[in-house]
């Protein structure tokens, strides 16, 4: 299935995210920080991350009038390390997850990765415009994933705006990465969340947006 937008014409299939991969242009922000532990405060430390996802999130798609969702899981998780689950989907919609999926395909979770394996993870596209709750739940789940949080889900998610060609990603209670297939959606961010952007991606992400 094809959506098409002012920026991209996105299908949702293993060549989904294609065009973000080719952009300079993306943030990363530092999320749980140096001041809470995962071992020794892993709650303050999980509430700053989510605190700080959900802030980032709601700045950086204030202008945007559609917003979709593309979820990975392993066909079986049920050995997974941190969540072993029966179905990662049926435990994101414990959550409160209540999307729709309106596509639906099979890739490997991260195709030029050959560390990751062969495995092929099932990989659906939801429509989340205005739907808080369900984003909520992927910001926690990402989040939670690898601490000791309950509940949690066994996902790999990201949320898009085609329209304004923007991809936000939580990959683990450390981070997240905001990026866009031009500079002008991002600028503002710079000021507005300096200090949460992390130190060592400075020279970066500084050298990407120079003169923009």
């Known amino acids: ?3 098409k937008s002012g920026w991209m014409d996105l299908t949702f299939d293993a060549t989904w995210d294609s065009a973000f991969k080719g952009s300079p242009y993306w ?5 749980g920080g140096k ?3 995962c071992a020794d405060a892993p709650v303050p430390r999980f509430v700053q991350a989510l605190t700080r996802s959900r ?3 709601d700045a950086v798609f204030a202008g945007s009038s559609r917003l979709w969702a593309i979820v990975a899981s392993e066909a079986d998780p049920s050995n997974d390390f941190h969540a072993p689950v029966p179905d990662g989907f049926e435990t994101l919609s414990d959550l409160g997850f209540r999307g729709n999926a309106i596509a639906e395909w099979r890739a490997r979770l991260v195709p030029d990765e050959p560390e990751q394996g062969e495995e092929d ?4 596209a939801f429509e989340v415009t205005s739907d808080i709750a369900s984003q909520d739940a992927l910001l926690w789940s ?3 994933y690898e601490m000791p ?3 949690k889900s066994p996902v790999d998610s990201y949320l898009a705006d085609l329209e304004r060609g923007i991809l936000l990603h ?3 209670d450390r981070g997240m990465d905001v990026r866009a297939l031009a500079a002008s959606p991002l600028l503002p961010f710079y000021t507005k969340f300096d200090a949460w952007l992390l130190d060592y991606d400075r020279e970066r992400m500084e050298a990407a947006f120079a003169g923009a």
């Open 1 to 3: 299935m094809a959506a």
């Open 27 to 31: 943030w990363r922000f530092e999320l």
């Open 35 to 37: 001041d809470f532990g």
């Open 55 to 57: 802030e980032i999130r």
């Open 121 to 124: 993870f099932i990989w659906r």
């Open 142 to 144: 990402s989040i939670a």
């Open 149 to 151: 949080i309950e509940p």
């Open 170 to 172: 939580v990959y683990d």
